[in-house]
């Protein structure tokens, strides 16, 4: 009997912002640069083209944000598959930090939410424990509609915050978000505007 063939999980980040640098922004609907959506969007197409799963059928979602979206968008003109919205793949909420430079903040309001990285909501925002919850809710669901319906892979354009949770949902048993969380223990780095990570899930 023949082995299952591995299906691939694409986890895209949206093209850089248009946005002055430090800007605290998470569900703040800043949309992307143009020309950067454009180029990331056919350096994918490429990278897709070139992927061994490439003659298997795939599933696709987007972040509702505007800058996801336009990469979604690009990307299915360039032969990838049209994505569908779903809101679980948005970015952390950041409350009433949204649009604050990140050193404008208060120092204490920072200080408390490192004490509680993951119960605190920052800025009366959205937790990490939520974030953590909703993120490992839709990368289920993803994955199962993958499987019922034969398809090699699953393509998500989001937001560096939803990549990070995906990476600590992945070393969880059953993909179930984790009940506690230190501050030292996210994910410290993640990939650039426009790129993407590929993971292959046996």
């Not at 992927?51 to 509702?64: C, F, I, K, L, Q």
């Not at 604050?100 to 509680?116: E, F, V």
């Not at 800025?123 to 990368?139: K, N």
Request: hydrophobic share 45%; net charge neutral; with cysteine.
């Amino acid at each position: 009997m023949t082995a299952p063939k591995p299906l691939e999980l694409w986890l895209v980040r949206h093209a850089r912002p248009l946005a002055p640098e430090g800007l605290c922004y998470g569900r703040l609907d800043l949309p992307a640069d143009a020309a950067h959506t454009q180029a990331r969007a056919e350096a994918l197409a490429r990278a897709w083209q070139a992927s061994p799963a490439d003659d298997g059928p795939a599933m696709a979602w987007h972040s509702p944000s505007a800058r996801a979206h336009a990469l979604a968008r690009a990307a299915a003109a360039c032969g990838l598959p049209h994505a569908t919205a779903d809101a679980r793949l948005q970015e952390m909420d950041f409350g009433h930090w949204e649009g604050q430079p990140w050193d404008g903040i208060a120092r204490n309001a920072l200080d408390a939410w490192a004490q509680d990285f993951f119960h605190h909501c920052p800025g009366q925002g959205e937790s990490v424990a939520r974030l953590l919850t909703r993120v490992a809710d839709a990368l289920r669901d993803g994955l199962s509609q993958a499987h019922a319906c034969g398809a090699r892979r699953v393509l998500w354009f989001t937001h560096a915050g939803v990549i990070r949770a995906v990476e600590v949902c992945l070393r969880q048993p059953g993909l179930q978000p984790p009940t506690s969380m230190a501050a030292r223990d996210w994910p410290s780095t993640v990939c650039d505007f426009g790129h993407w990570i590929v993971h292959r899930m046996e």
